[in-house]
């Protein structure tokens, strides 16, 4: 590993005509240290021996086996991953809706005990008002009566008044006449 990175090192921070790859496209800005990776290319003596980086030397059919498992693997992991998603979904959906039963659950119970309050204020109002008329009317019939009664009496004092200067001296006084 150690030595893989220390060739590497080498072939990127060296001239590249002491490695015998420069080819005279690979100077940029006139550093020829400088190069892009589409251009490298192993020295024939790393290659042969086996010890230039794999980025260097192609992909092997090994490598090509190796990208297909790990393509496999990373599809089933999204495969899972989704299906893990798409649980939660639904696990947030059956919250959300049992929660909004419980909400309007609450608020049709709000609205009845509103219902049966006001009702129940409207019912003792007209209690109370029923009830006064009840307790008034022979209070107001009694009343009535009395001045019915008043009002004859005094008729009649006056028709004696008239017979008696006396009485109508009297009924003078207190202002009924």
Do not use: C
Not at 24 to 48: D, H, Q, T, V, W
Not at 68 to 94: H, N, P
């Amino acid at each position: 590993m150690y030595k893989t990175i220390f060739i590497l090192a080498i072939i990127m921070f060296t001239p590249l005509e002491s490695h015998g790859i420069y080819d005279g496209n690979g100077i940029i800005n006139g550093n020829s240290y400088f190069l892009m990776r589409s251009e490298f290319k192993a020295p024939a003596s790393l290659r042969e021996a086996g010890q230039a980086p794999p980025f260097l030397t192609g992909f092997t059919q090994e490598d090509r086996d190796r990208l297909i498992r790990l393509e496999t693997k990373v599809e089933e992991g999204f495969k899972s991953l989704q299906r893990q998603i798409d649980s939660q979904q639904r696990q947030f959906d059956d919250l959300k809706s049992s929660t909004q039963r419980q909400f309007d659950n609450q608020y049709t119970l709000i609205l009845w005990g509103f219902g049966i309050l006001f009702g129940g204020m409207g019912i003792l109002i007209g209690f109370v008002i029923w009830d006064r008329r009840t307790a008034l009317a022979p209070a107001i019939r009694k009343n009535k009566e009395l001045e019915e009664r008043e009002e004859l009496i005094e008729k009649a004092l006056k028709e004696y008044a008239r017979e008696n200067s006396k009485l109508a001296e009297i009924l003078k006084g207190l202002g009924i006449i």
